[in-house]
């Protein structure tokens, strides 16, 4: 993909009102990135409204973070709001491996037919029911490692499933890419892979989810490299990559991606 810029524009342009179900630790992080990326996020979760906010928005984010029961019946709730009502969803199955509770829960939203999941390498594994070694929410497996479990899901599951790292990958469980952007200092932040899948969220409510999904993934680790440029640590990162998702032109996404197709 050499023009990532057209999803960008068409996502800036629809401005899409994206629901997220995510935990307290991304809430706010997530909402900031989704403004600053041009989204317009609404943070929604009660069992009396989350169907009905499902009817309004463009696309749903689900993220099992700082799970419990009653979130976890509203997350199926919405899930199949958004199916019925045709609207793209995206699973973030935060630390889904760690417990029976999340493993429990990440394989019922599993059921409910996700458009796109977004995890780090330990999640996908432990998602398809391969072993993992991830610690809470942080990966200790190599992308590459994944790469076959996430080809597996995407076939079993119908979702384009993303596995991000220092090289992200994606898979619609016949066409494949690579993306590698991005900066080191990103898994030193906490709710930058939550907010991302709010950003995969977004695009996929203008764009087809494969395309949708590498243009967005390509688009976060661009900006990620542009707050790298002047960061000096996780500290000065956060406001500098918010400024660089802000500002960032088509033109300096197109000419920083690095994405191959296989
Ligand atoms: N070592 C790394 N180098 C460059 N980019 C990275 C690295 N690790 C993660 N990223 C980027 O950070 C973002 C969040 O991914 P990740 O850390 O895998 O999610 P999570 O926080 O859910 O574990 C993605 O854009 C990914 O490409
Ligand atoms: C630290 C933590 N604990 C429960 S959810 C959460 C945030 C995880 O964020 P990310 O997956 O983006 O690193
Ligand atoms: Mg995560």
Redesign the pocket.
């Known amino acids: 993909m050499n023009d990532p810029s057209r999803h960008l524009d068409a996502m800036r342009t629809a401005t899409p009102l994206v629901q997220n179900i995510t935990n307290y630790v991304a809430m706010n992080v997530m909402a900031n990135v989704m403004l600053a990326a041009g989204a317009s996020p609404a943070m929604v979760h009660a069992r009396g409204e989350v169907a009905e906010f499902a009817g309004l928005a463009a696309a749903l984010t689900i993220n099992i973070g700082t799970l419990d029961a009653e979130w976890a019946e509203c997350m199926a709730l919405a899930a199949r709001a958004a199916v019925e009502r045709d609207i793209p969803w995206v699973l973030?199955p935060?630390a889904v491996g760690a417990t029976a509770m999340r493993r429990d829960v990440g394989a019922r939203l599993l059921d409910l037919s996700p458009t796109v999941i977004r995890?780090?390498?330990s999640?996908i594994l432990a998602l398809s029911g391969a072993v993992a070694r991830g610690r809470g929410?942080?990966?200790a497996d190599e992308v590459a490692m994944a790469q076959r479990a996430a080809r597996d899901l995407a076939r079993a599951s119908g979702a384009v499933v993303a596995v991000?790292?220092?090289v992200?990958f994606v898979t619609d469980g016949a066409r494949t890419a690579h993306?590698s952007?991005?900066?080191?200092i990103?898994?030193r932040i906490t709710?930058?892979?939550?907010s991302?899948t709010g950003v995969v969220g977004a695009f996929a409510a203008a764009t087809p989810a494969f395309e949708g999904t590498i243009a967005a993934?390509a688009y976060?680790?661009v900006a990620?490299e542009i707050a790298g440029r002047t960061a000096s640590g996780p500290g000065s990162f956060q406001p500098a990559f918010l400024d660089a998702l802000y500002a960032m032109t088509g033109a300096e996404l197109d000419a920083m991606t690095r994405v191959a197709l296989t």
Request: net charge negative.
């Open positions: 973030d935060v995890g780090n390498a999640e929410a942080d990966a991000t790292g220092p992200d993306i952007n991005g900066d080191p990103m898994p709710a930058l892979g939550c991302l993934l976060y680790g990620g």
